[in-house]
């Protein structure tokens, strides 16, 4: 190592300094920096590790608050599928129960929307996609919770998504058919002079009266209960993963 000293610093010129003495001075100083550039690191990587953590907490509690928003979304459409099952039940059904039937629905629009639309399945997800473009989801530290994300907003999406994309083709291809056999079934839903219970007896009758129809609401009715029994895997996923993200938010660092 080489000590830097002034040009005009003559070591024998130096009245009673002694080389240990500058030795002394420059090694203290070469302390003081290094400690200086140690301190300084130090606090610099502490400020990151308390923004990371800022980072994290709003990273869990913006996912726990959409799982929340997910869950509602759930139970209303779990409402929408069970309803429409029980429909196609009655409808099945050789005695057509008509005080049942008012307790589910009083509107011929619900009955026919079930036999021609198909219910989307598009649950909240912009604060999960927003983590996902932007990079924040790399401030959790919770393989459980990554491996739960990536679970449910995947793979147990895409079940979901192909139950409804069957329902979806299954009625583009019912529709013909009910145009072509059963044209008084769509006409008398825009029949005011047709009330409820005519509809549904008129309803009712051609299917007891039709193997084909009665078979494709057979069909029907298993798409929509298959759609129920992925949507109650979905949320369970969803309740799971909000008790991670719950358990990681108040967790210490």
């Known amino acids: 190592m080489f000590l830097w000293l002034p040009f005009d610093t003559d070591l024998h010129d130096i009245d009673g300094m002694k080389m240990k003495d500058v030795l002394l ?52 459409r779990r409402d929408n599928y069970r309803d429409d099952i029980d429909i196609l039940r009655l409808l099945l059904e050789e005695e057509l129960n008509l005080e049942e039937m008012g307790e589910l629905t009083t509107s011929k629009g619900r009955v026919e929307f079930i036999l021609t639309h198909y219910r989307v399945f598009e649950p909240p997800m912009n604060q999960y996609n927003s983590k996902v473009h932007a990079g924040g989801l790399k401030f959790i530290k919770s393989d459980r919770i990554n491996e739960k994300l990536g679970r449910l907003h995947n793979t147990y999406l895409k079940y979901m998504q192909t139950s409804v994309q069957f329902d979806q083709e299954f009625k583009q291809n019912f529709l013909p058919f009910l145009t072509a056999e059963h044209a008084e079934l769509l006409l008398a839903r825009h029949e005011n002079g047709i009330g409820m219970k005519e509809y549904l007896r008129l309803l009712h009758g051609s299917i007891q009266g039709d193997d084909r129809f009665r078979a494709n609401m057979h069909v029907l009715s298993d798409y929509l209960e298959n759609k129920l029994y992925f949507l109650k895997l979905y949320d369970g996923l969803v309740l799971e993963l909000d008790r991670a993200l719950q358990d990681a938010i108040v967790q210490q660092p």
């Open 25 to 76: 001075k420059y090694l203290l100083e070469f302390f003081v920096i290094v400690l200086g550039i140690s301190v300084s690191f130090w606090l610099n990587q502490r400020a990151m590790e308390r923004s990371n953590e800022k980072e994290r907490i709003k990273v869990l509690e913006s996912l726990h608050a959409e799982l929340t928003e997910i869950d509602r979304y759930c139970d209303e």
